[in-house]
């Protein structure tokens, strides 16, 4: 999940602020931990060094950042190795970091380097037992309670005029423990998915009225394969965790939830006017390929530039502490009958300058996500959604000459596909990293493929052949070629057809012949569950998926068949809605299906399906579209994922 989850990183009375020597001692070489506290640093080294293979690199030190809410540039990422880094390997290995906190203690507990100052802010947040099966057991996590307040005030803003949430909206902002009491029925993440991606789950599909507790669990079965359906990592959580209320898993699924939805309008389709937003000689490929953060940040210093300040944000943590970019944002953005000015610069207190800012912002009825000591505690994460919530109400861009009087289609094209969304969302729900936004420049080093074939078949990668980051300038292009070059061996190992296709076609992002190796491991994916699930010692067929449907429908009574993934009967989605009922009798209310004689029948029919196969515990990544319009590749993920789901003990 997003939130930060360590467990034991110090003990209570021996936090990095709180070391303490019992004797004097002449310097750090003569400092002696006991094994307890040995114990407890191994244990905070082993959260950074997340693949555990002894040292703690730039990388992993970058994705502690991350879950902290923090924008670190890659220049301080390496400044902070080398200051822990004595044998200068650009990595951090276990007698270092021990090194550095015996410094520490000989200091007195204070901070000695940029470093241990990351150890103090994950030691301080607040800690919260967690005891799910689903993760790791008996572990300490930890939530920041100004999450808990701002997800909670997106939510009453959001669903405020949901019928179906009337009895528990508006959540109570000074009670943290209203957040996690409002989601564990499932109605509630049901709905802010749906808020997030419009039509993801259908209402009908969703238990509401006086519901035991299988009907929890089922409604939280729908919005954790929703939630994967839609990008949002969902290992290691289950709809016990949700019901449990527990609060690092459902803040962490809340955020990936929000994120989505707040970066979806982050599109040309969305706002054509991103065309302004083009440097030097990037074409809008270029642009498209940005992550959503760097677009926002590009947009922030657009319009720092329109409005004549010369302030600039590289992140969304220290560069805005001030407000001051913010207060010329606002001004510029604003229309002109808000009445919004620059007069807050004038206030030298930062939290009062900050809540004077959110004063206009409030005029915008854009203050969301932030109070004044989040902004001034450069709280990234909460700034960035703050950030990206303005950019939907107020982009301010009007499309450059050359793409003005573009058509929908045309704009619609130089945006993702369905398909190509489906994919990346598939590869987001099993947390590769780094997370995939656009499904072309985030897979040039090959590292998210490796880790596909790895989650296909365990073990098949061998690490040694394995380029790692941060690649070099001088040769970073053959270390990420060599990569791919190595992922389109492995698709050969597993029969994959991949005649004509190199790495270097990959890299160059040549959009069918990459599309045409993601399918190729999603697949491969989707079959070795099955596989695994049924017992079988070889693949399953596409045609024993066929019998298997056609059986089970036959042996529960209904009358629906099919001969292939391309049938055209599939478009109404009755074989679908037919097989989920006889997978789990009496989950489906025919009162709500259909004949499927026209568009409207189909499209409601899909929707209805897709979302009783998620409530069912089927892990269905395709759309109701791909039903109506016979896609036989979604198709045959939609029963494959049916008959794992029939299999399953």
């Known amino acids: 999940p997003a939130s930060l989850c360590f467990p034991h990183t110090l003990s209570p009375d021996m936090s990095v602020t709180s070391v303490r020597s019992t004797a004097v001692v002449a310097s750090w070489q003569d400092v002696k931990f006991t094994e307890e506290e040995l114990t407890n640093f191994r244990e905070t080294f082993n959260q950074f060094d997340q693949d555990r293979n002894g040292h703690i690199t730039g990388e992993e030190l970058a994705e502690v950042f991350k879950k902290l809410g923090e924008s670190v540039a890659g220049y301080k990422i390496r400044d902070m190795i080398a200051e822990v880094d004595t044998d200068r390997n650009n990595t951090v290995e276990w007698d270092e970091f021990l090194e550095m906190m015996k410094k520490v203690r000989v200091s007195g507990g204070k901070i000695v380097g940029e470093f241990s100052k990351t150890v103090k802010k994950v030691e301080t947040l607040k800690k919260v037992g967690g005891k799910s099966t689903a993760s790791a057991a008996d572990t300490t996590h930890t939530f ?30 000074a009670r943290p423990a209203a957040l996690f009491d409002a989601v564990k029925d499932g109605i509630l993440l049901c709905k802010l998915i749906n808020c997030s991606v419009p039509d993801t789950i259908d209402p009908r599909a969703i238990n509401r009225k006086k519901l035991n507790t299988y009907q929890i669990s089922e409604n939280q079965t729908l919005a954790l394969n929703s939630a994967a359906a839609i990008g949002c990592n969902i290992v290691n959580i289950g709809p016990e965790d949700m019901v449990a209320g527990t609060e690092h898993l459902v803040l962490g699924l809340l955020w990936q939830i929000i994120r989505i939805g707040l970066f979806a309008k982050i599109n040309l389709q969305s706002c054509p006017g991103l065309t302004r937003l083009l440097e030097g000689d990037e074409t809008l490929a270029d642009l498209l390929a940005l992550p959503p953060d760097v677009l926002l940040l590009r947009w922030v210093n657009y319009h720092l530039k329109e409005s004549g300040s010369g302030k600039r944000i590289n992140n969304f943590g220290g560069d805005i502490k001030d407000s001051e970019a913010y207060i010329h944002l606002l001004k510029q953005i604003a229309p002109a009958e808000h009445g919004i000015n620059t007069s807050a610069l004038s206030t030298s207190d930062l939290e009062q300058r900050a809540e004077k800012m959110l004063v206009n912002a409030d005029k915008l009825q854009c203050r969301k996500f932030v109070r004044p000591v989040d902004i001034v505690k450069g709280n990234a994460k909460l700034n960035m959604a703050f950030v990206a919530n ?54 040039d080093d090959g590292l998210v493929l490796l880790q596909l074939f790895d989650a296909v078949q365990p073990g098949i990668v061998n690490q040694s052949r394995v380029n790692q980051p941060p690649f070099k300038k001088m040769g970073a292009n053959m270390k990420k070629i060599e990569n791919l070059n190595y992922a389109v061996e492995l698709g050969g190992q597993l029969k994959f057809s991949t005649v004509g296709i190199q790495g270097k076609d990959i890299f160059d992002g040549i959009k069918p012949l990459t599309l045409a190796v993601v399918w190729q491991l999603m697949r491969a994916y989707t079959l070795s569950i099955l596989q695994k699930i049924s017992g079988s010692s070889a693949p399953i067929t596409d045609a024993q998926i066929v019998k298997f449907v056609n059986d089970k429908l036959a042996d529960g009574g209904k009358s629906s068949q099919i001969s292939g993934f391309k049938d055209p009967s599939i478009s109404t989605s009755l074989a679908v809605i037919d097989l989920v009922d006889v997978i789990k009798p009496g989950s489906i209310d025919y009162s709500f299906v259909n004949a499927g004689s026209n568009a409207d029948e189909q499209k409601a029919n899909a929707k209805y399906a897709v979302s009783m196969a998620r409530k069912i515990g089927a892990g269905v990544y395709a759309l109701p579209e791909d039903l109506v319009e016979v896609k036989p590749k979604m198709v045959l993920t939609v029963f494959a994922c049916l008959m794992a789901r029939a299999l399953k003990k």
């Open 144 to 173: 920041a309670e100004e999450e808990c307040h701002a997800f909670a005030d997106w939510i009453n803003s959001s669903l405020s005029e949901d019928a179906d949430l009337k009895d528990r909206l508006p959540l109570d902002l």
């Open 390 to 443: 303005l950019f939907n109400m107020y982009p301010g861009l009007t499309p450059t000459e050359e793409f003005t009087g573009m058509s929908d289609f045309d704009l619609n094209e130089m945006d993702e596909t369905r398909e190509e969304r489906t994919f990346r969302n598939w590869m987001n729900s099993l947390g590769v990293k780094p997370f995939v936004n656009n499904l072309y420049a985030d897979l």
